[in-house]
């Protein structure tokens, strides 16, 4: 099956500054790559993804890219703000319908 | 719309007991999930469904049965209770368009067993 790891664990920045997690997968046949974010108690909120046919994808602050060749994948978050602090995580969609997911980053934005 | 709802949000089980966790979601979606999150794992799928009365097993399917009889909800059951399968439980929905498989996913089910 699928494997998908990603770094680093933690992350700090300094507010204003960007932030970058990276994710590698083993799977050449994923074909769709979505990030969430998590914070305290609640379920994983979707904040971008990406397919296979496209290299990058932004969205105001937070822009994705994906090497297919490297099978890999990055979360890009520009002016970071401390509402950013969360756990992120990103995942890789492979054959028949299953989700694999990284064990996320701890990321904390230092006003 | 309420999104994806889960029941119950605590439980709190004694080995060998069982429980059913139930998730609804009132989107229409064909695809259904149950993750579990343990610290440092991430999150690991149990079971999905990708319609009404459909299932498969995911990663960790051991000791958890599913079952999708209505197309708005999936039921996680454990039979037999094991202190390891102390954990928090979502449910996910999701439809399949153009080749997005946009995942929502409810608010968590934090279950310990004893």
């Known amino acids: 099956g699928e494997n998908v790891e990603q770094h680093p664990s933690t992350l700090s920045v300094q507010e204003g500054d960007s932030a970058v997690i990276k994710c590698t997968y083993s799977?050449?046949?994923?074909?769709?790559f979505p990030w969430y974010k998590q914070e305290l108690g609640k379920g994983p909120q979707l904040i971008i993804d990406?397919?296979?046919?496209?290299g990058e994808k932004k969205d105001q602050r937070i822009a994705v890219t994906l090497n297919k060749t490297a099978k890999h994948f990055s979360l890009h978050i520009t002016e970071t703000q401390p509402e950013d602090s969360a756990v992120y995580f990103c995942?890789?969609?492979?054959?028949?319908?299953?989700?694999?997911f990284g064990t996320g980053t701890s990321l904390t934005v230092i006003p | 719309n309420a999104g994806v709802t889960q029941t119950p949000k605590f439980r709190v089980l004694k080995t060998g007991q069982s429980m059913t966790l139930l998730c609804a979601q009132d989107?229409?979606?064909?695809?259904m999930y149950w993750y579990r999150q343990d610290p440092g794992m991430g999150l690991r799928l149990i079971h999905y469904?990708?319609?009404?009365?459909?299932?498969a097993k995911g990663e960790v399917p051991d000791g958890y049965n599913v079952s999708r009889l209505k197309k708005q909800n999936f039921l996680l059951g454990l039979e037999s209770a094991a202190p390891s399968q102390t954990s928090v439980y979502f449910c996910?929905?999701?439809?399949?368009?153009?080749?997005?498989?946009?995942?929502?996913f409810g608010p968590g089910t934090r279950l310990t067993v004893t």
């Open positions: 996910a929905s999701s439809y399949a368009s153009g080749g997005a498989y946009e995942q929502y």
């Open positions: 799977d050449s046949a994923s074909n769709y």
């Open positions: 990406i397919r296979s046919n496209v």
């Open positions: 995942a890789a969609r492979g054959t028949g319908n299953q989700f694999y």
């Open positions: 989107m229409n979606h064909e695809y």
């Open positions: 469904s990708v319609g009404e009365g459909t299932t």
